[in-house]
């Protein structure tokens, strides 16, 4: 399984993104897909996560209500778009594939498959 995430860049506080992760390989569509984010000297931090067939998404409360994840399952794609993004916004983001019970989620070790990540830098 490969994961490829793109959309990144730099936009300037109150702007939006949208983040897209493309599966590639033996992907297996029941599994849930999640973003995480980390920024420098900071742990990996959960972002949302969504279930195979695109209902459900779960949200980390910081990104409630302005950030929104979505999938394609046609085209292999999870999406995340970010509206209003704040400077604290600012990491680096990866997608992956979630093994594992619902509880576990928010997990990053529940995590199998990593994409490489994707620079997003808000601007003040």
């Known amino acids: 399984v490969q994961l490829q995430a793109s959309g990144g860049g730099l936009v300037q506080a109150g702007g939006s993104l949208r983040l897209s992760c493309a599966a590639s390989?033996?992907?297996?569509?029941?599994?849930?897909q999640g973003w995480f984010r980390q920024a420098p000297g900071k742990e990996r931090e959960f972002v949302a996560a969504?279930?195979?067939?695109?209902?459900?998404?779960i949200y980390a409360d910081s990104v409630k209500g302005r950030f929104a994840i979505s999938r394609d399952t046609a085209k292999k794609t999870v999406y995340l778009q970010m509206n209003n993004l704040e400077p604290e916004d600012t990491a680096t983001y990866f997608c992956?594939?979630?093994?594992?019970?619902?509880?576990?989620?928010?997990?990053?070790?529940?995590?199998?498959?990593w994409g490489q990540g994707t620079q997003v830098t808000v601007s003040s």
């Open positions: 992956a594939r979630h093994r594992g019970p619902l509880s576990t989620v928010a997990t990053a070790t529940s995590y199998d498959y």
């Open positions: 390989g033996r992907t297996v569509q029941s599994n849930r």
């Open positions: 969504i279930t195979w067939n695109g209902v459900n998404p």
